[in-house]
T-cell receptor
Framework: GAVVSQHPSWVICKSGTSVKIECRSL??????MFWYRQFPKQSLMLMAT?????????EQGVEKDKFLINHASLTLSTLTVTSAHPEDSSFYIC??????????????FGPGTRLTVT | SQKIEQNSEALNIQEGKTATLTCNYT??????LQWYRQDPGRGPVFLLL?????KEKRKERLKVTFDTTLKQSLFHITASQPADSATYLC????????FGKGTRLHILP
């Protein structure tokens, strides 16, 4: 149980284009999902918290107009990197918390999406 | 600001021995502390969560301690195996968690 998928697993795009990454909880419902970015040999940095049916909450320094988040259902959140630039190249990882039943704080992570902007 | 430090960037341990990883934190009083495993090019996998009122937690060959006075957690893997080689991340918080940079553990056969 507690499986989270991400699609695509890797993507290469040209500078100035937009890329959408999907995050799905496969066997549980998640009212809250999180989006992280990880640079090589660095820690996971939280970008935003995605709440089903409401606006995402962005961390300081993360441009909400550049990283659009939509959490349209209890099992799907999407991150769109708009007008991507080479400095946006990174490993993007989503996570979800199981919201059915008792309150828990462990997060279940997707496999990540490697974005390369040329 | 809140800071998490994991004792070393890399750690080599002989197979069969106990691996001990350290996580120290400052400017924070978390109610929960978590440990995750991350393999190269993959997302983290949840291992254990320990609450501030728990001193120790075990799961199979894993043991975590949480000392809120020292602001430190120790993560132990007993009878280590080469398959335990990975990066281990310490994470603090509940609703929103902050991750340390991780310790790359190599179990040498």
């Amino acid at each position: 149980g507690a499986v989270v998928s991400q699609h695509p697993s890797w993507v290469i795009c040209k500078s100035g284009t937009s890329v959408k990454i999907e995050c799905r909880s496969l066997d549980f419902q998640a009212t809250t999902m999180f989006w992280y970015r990880q640079f090589p040999k660095q820690s996971l940095m939280l970008m935003a918290t995605s709440n089903e049916g409401s606006k995402a909450t962005y961390e300081q320094g993360v441009e909400k107009d550049k990283f659009l988040i939509n959490h349209a259902s209890l099992t799907l959140s999407t991150l769109t990197v708009t007008s991507a630039h080479p400095e946006d190249s990174s490993f993007y990882i989503c996570s979800a918390r199981d919201s059915s039943g008792r309150v828990t704080y462990e997060q279940y992570f997707g496999p990540g999406t490697r974005l390369t902007v040329t | 600001s809140q800071k998490i430090e994991q004792n070393s960037e890399a750690l080599n341990i002989q197979e069969g021995k106990t691996a001990t990883l350290t996580c120290n934190y400052t400017n924070y009083s978390p109610a929960y502390l978590q440990w995750y495993r991350q393999d190269p090019g993959r997302g983290p996998v949840f291992l254990l969560l320990i609450r501030e009122n728990e001193k120790e937690k075990r799961k199979e060959r894993l043991k975590v301690t949480f000392d809120t006075t020292l602001k430190q957690s120790l993560f132990h893997i007993t009878a280590s195996q080469p398959a335990d080689s990975a990066t281990y991340l310490c994470a603090l918080g509940d609703d929103k968690i902050i991750f340390g940079k991780g310790t790359r553990l190599h179990i040498l056969p």
